[in-house]
């Protein structure tokens, strides 16, 4: 644990995930003055840490999808930029159709993809068993598959921003807890924490499943809740499978990493909170081995070595929050990533650290702008492709 | 007459004799101390360490199977038995250049970064580098698929040592009927009990808060059958193991702990050493000497030698060295010396032998006690958690009791503390007095030790964490980096992502994180006792989905 060094800062930054630590440093590029990153937690104790480490392009906007293409770009790069090498590895991403129906929903996200000039394809049967061997007969009749979607190794892209940032000289305090975000006449004054009140005009709320509680502390009805999600990793083997494989129908996304595990999920009714705690359920081991050993027989002797489980911060129209929060000036959202911070991190928050800045930026206010969820008005659009 | 055929299975080409209720490891042992496999990284001879089935020292492939481990599992007509990751053989690995290539170990935080365009290349040779076996044939599974074994009872209690069988008899003195576990083969029956043998128990998760609502054991069976036994009241017993040690190439085949030193010769094969050197001077020393005494040239202790192991090693003429640093071994691909070194700077000694026998500290078998939720405390007597618990067992969590030593008792208190919970389960009362348990105050022995050894000139590989080849050098480097704390060290480096769990690199690297963090090891943290216990089939687990989900209570 370590205090605040100093008590008067540029900009606070609520959550050491991905999402801070990366906002953190663009701001600090661009010379901000002093910069706090606060977490409860230690390094890589949230949902930064807790992924299954898939990066995609296929969305179902073009919004999104130019979002995470950047991002693809960002992560190509990162080995060289940061000194750490996150193995970023574009062996696609496969979503799987069990019927002709789910194949025809697959369409318009394949053809949104084409238009942006990315080279989705459409697989048959024969080109999903291609891919991943071993599939049981007649468990897909195709997908679809975008080559240079690919998975990192999470870990390493948080050492290698922790250590860029504090070279930077921001202040990383980590095992200290923020109580609340403090105000005077309407606008931010700073963060009271549990290492006493700390001054920031600027604060920047990047708590993931925890930011929902946040904003509400400070008074902003927001519509962000926290799902618990839970992941597995089996015993790890040589590489038999390439990309990152995602059936639509119940969720169930898995690949295989560096290190030769599977590492995979499946999406499980939870209720909404932070209250079920970071453990995993005793319906999830069976449910995830049942699934991934239908689709993937040979997998039934492979051992399970551990599960976990991590919070997403979702939104009712699957976008995530950027900006200013215009009802409490000097507070800024950086959340409702719905699982997919990772994925969209290097992009996103750029326009983040511009708002921070008081600079324009490029995103729809009304897709991404933290005023879409008040008054009446219907969402501009939905994302719902919020798997893997 | 005729005789009875004999079912065999097949192992590099030869076939062996299988016998009920013998492993695999069982057999081989008949010809000596076998090396199975080559560690993942630098590809180290690996032979068995642990004969209890929780290190990678004995992981085969069995009939399409990775990751079997070969003194778990009992060989059936025609198996066929192959050892993993290894290149051309296990004997002579042409990936063991590694070892060589890399003395300062194989950065894959910082390396492999360029030139750009030999990342896709990168990517290939590390992926087919890593990983411990081949991916599982299509066939193997098929095999596997089988309905669960599923039961419940008023009270199951998880392990048939010597707690937990004096509870079952007690609880069937008052009238209960239990279920007890346990992962051994060869498990006695309990009249009245319902004993289930080769049962594994992988996961306790915490009781559903719904009134009335019980706990759901989830477990397997070898080869791969799930198993769920659900009960209002869990008794955990699961006992403890002989812990690893950290010096120069200490995973050398022929390291062994005191488990699978004692396990190897109760197994009825030769011996698989002749002239032992024992790391160790307490009650599982003396063990280790009353059993094995012929042939152990040596015993080496951390600190003083207690005058009753003095006695027996006496008798016995084996010469003691007190207050010894156990520094490095040597050998090819066996042991054939150690080195040690008096405490204080004293002068080297080697010592010739064929085997290093850990019987310094046993720790306990405590993850069920995580997962269900139950607090834990931590005891500088063995350097490990323990729930907290009350003299009759009783752990913060209602309905979960803890009783012998994977409770804190010491000796004969484990056979008390099986007596008081039964008659605490049932209701009934007991005069308690106090049991004796582990030392939960002071410093562990350890922490003055590895303070001296990591101070002197390193020879050979360290390694922290041998299932994912973790040298200390990470560790230490981690450190420098800034990064602390015993789950960020783990996420940075590696260390006790392994098949074993975490249960040999775990309590050492606490003792030297807090040593290089300059804080007390119970402020180092403790890395999340994450489910499963065992690394447990996807087939069995699969065969308990329907099973389980009208409980589901989360």
């Given at each position: ?40 937690g230690?390094?890589?104790s949230?949902?930064?840490?807790r ?177 618990r999600?839970e ?39 939870h209720a909404?909170g932070t209250g079920g705690g970071m453990s995993s359920s005793a319906a999830f081991l ?20 551990r599960a976990w489980s991590g919070y ?77 | ?155 199951l209690?998880v ?42 128990a992988s996961f306790l998760p915490p009781r559903p808060s719904t009134p009335g609502a019980a706990f759901d054991l989830i477990g ?9 036994v659900r009960a209002p009241q869990v008794i955990v017993a699961t ?125 306990p078998n405590g993850q069920l006690f995580f997962q269900a939720g139950a607090r834990m405390n931590w ?5 490990s958690y323990y729930p907290v618990v009350g003299?009759?067992g009783a752990t913060s969590v209602p309905g979960l009791w803890a009783i012998?030593?994977a409770s804190g ?12 919970v ?65 789950e ?13 769990q975490g ?19 119970s402020?180092?943290g403790y890395i999340t006792q994450r489910p499963p216990v ?14 389980l989900?009208?409980a589901e209570g989360t």
């Open positions: 644990m370590s205090a605040p060094a100093r008590s008067n800062y540029s900009v606070a930054i609520v959550g050491a995930g991905i999402i801070g630590l990366y906002t953190a440093y663009h701001l600090a590029r661009a010379g901000t003055g002093p910069i706090l990153v606060v977490d409860r230690f390094l890589s949230g949902a930064s840490g992924n299954g480490g898939g990066v995609r392009q296929q969305w179902e906007t073009r919004a999104t999808l130019r979002l995470a293409r950047e991002s693809v770009a960002a992560y190509r790069r990162f080995g060289r930029e940061f000194g750490y090498n996150i193995w970023f590895r574009q062996s696609g991403y496969l979503f799987l159709a069990e019927t002709d129906a789910e194949l025809a929903r697959l369409r318009p996200v394949h053809d949104l993809v084409r238009s942006e000039g990315l080279d989705s394809r459409v697989l048959d049967a024969d080109g999903v068993r291609r891919l991943v061997d071993g599939i049981a007969p007649g468990a897909a009749v195709g997908g679809t598959y975008l080559g240079t979607d690919g998975t990192l190794y999470p870990f390493p892209a948080l050492w290698g921003l922790y250590e860029a940032v504090r070279a930077l000289d921001v202040e990383v305090a980590l095992g200290v807890e923020v109580l609340g975000v403090t105000t005077a006449d309407g606008r931010v004054t700073g963060l009271a924490t549990s290492r006493g009140p700390v001054t920031a005009s600027r604060v920047v709320n990047a708590a993931g499943g925890w930011s929902g509680d946040l904003s509400r502390a400070a008074g902003l009805d927001v519509p962000n809740h926290a799902t999600h992941i597995l990793a089996t015993e790890p083997m040589k590489p038999f499978l390439d990309p990152m494989v995602v059936r639509p129908s119940d969720g169930l996304y898995f690949s295989q990493t560096m290190r030769g595990e599977i590492v995979g999920g499946l999406t499980l009714p909404p069976p449910r995830m081995a049942a699934s991934l050993s239908r689709l993937v027989p040979r997998l039934g002797s492979l051992g399970v070595l997403y911060d979702d939104t009712p129209d699957g976008f995530p929050i950027i900006g200013e929060d215009l009802r409490c000036p000097g507070f800024f959202h950086a959340n409702g990533f719905g699982g997919h911070g990772f994925m969209l991190a290097p992009s996103a928050t750029r326009r983040i650290a511009r708002a921070v800045m008081g600079e324009a930026t490029d995103l729809d206010p009304g897709l991404f702008g933290p005023g879409r969820f008040t008054g009446a008005a219907r969402p501009a659009a939905v994302e719902r492709l919020q798997l893997g | 007459m005729v005789e009875p055929s004999r079912s065999r299975f097949w192992f590099e080409g030869r076939s062996h004799d299988a016998e009920p209720g013998r492993t695999v490891l069982d057999r081989l042992l008949r010809h000596g101390l076998p090396s199975l496999q080559r560690s993942p990284r630098y590809h180290r001879p690996r032979a068995p360490f642990c004969g209890i089935g929780q290190c990678t020292g004995c992981l085969v492939r069995v009939n399409g199977r990775p990751n079997v481990r070969a003194c778990r599992y009992v060989p059936g007509e025609g198996d066929r038995v192959e050892t993993e990751n290894a290149w051309p053989s296990r004997r002579f690995d042409l990936l063991a250049a590694f070892d060589v290539m890399f003395p300062n170990g194989i950065d894959t935080l910082h390396g492999f970064r360029r030139p750009a365009f030999m990342t896709p290349l990168y990517h290939r040779v590390i992926r087919r580098l890593a990983g411990y076996g081949q991916p599982p044939s299509r066939e193997s599974a098929t095999e596997l698929r089988g309905p669960p074994r599923v039961g419940s009872a008023d009270v209690i392990g048939a040592g010597r707690s937990g069988r004096v509870a079952a008899e007690a609880l069937v003195a008052e009238g209960r009927h239990p279920i007890l576990l346990d992962r051994r083969a060869d498990v006695a029956p309990v009249a009245g009990a319902d004993v289930w043998a080769s049962t594994t397997y069976t070898e080869p791969a059958r799930g198993v769920l006992g403890s193991y002989d812990a690893s040690l950290l010096f120069g190439s200490n995973d050398r085949p022929g390291v062994l702990t005191g488990d699978g030193a004692l396990g190897f010769a109760r197994s009825g094969s030769p011996a698989p050493f002749h002239h032992a050197v024992v790391f160790g001077a307490g009650d599982r020393a003396r063990v280790v000497l009353d059993e094995l005494g012929d042939h152990v040239s040596a015993l080496v202790a951390p600190g003083e030698i207690p005058p009753e192991t003095v006695r027996v090693a006496s008798a016995a003429g084996i010469p003691l060295y007190p207050r010894s640093l156990l520094c490095t071994t040597e050998g090819r691909s066996r042991v054939r010396a150690v080195e040690i070194r008096a405490r204080g700077n004293g002068s080297s000694t080697r010592l010739e032998c064929d085997a290093v026998v850990l019987v310094h500290r046993r720790l005891r500088a007597g063995t350097g003299d009759d012998g030593s008792t010491v000796g004969a208190a484990s056979v008390g503390s099986g007596e008081r039964a008659a605490a389960v049932t209701g009934g009362s007991l005069p308690l007095s106090p049991l004796e348990r582990v030392r939960s105050d002071g410093s562990n022995e350890l922490e003055g030790y590895y303070r001296e050894l990591v101070r002197i000139p390193r020879r050979g590989r360290w390694i922290a964490c041998p299932c994912e080849d973790v040298l200390l050098e990470e560790i230490e480097q981690t450190t420098r980096a800034g990064y602390r704390g015993v960020v060290v783990k996420r940075y480096s590696g260390l006790g992502t392994g098949l074993c249960r040999y690199c775990l309590p050492d690297a606490l003792l030297l994180l807090s040593i290089a963090e300059g804080r007390p090891p402020e180092v065992h690394p447990t089939p996807i087939a069995a687990l699969a065969a308990l989905d329907g099973v989900t009208p």
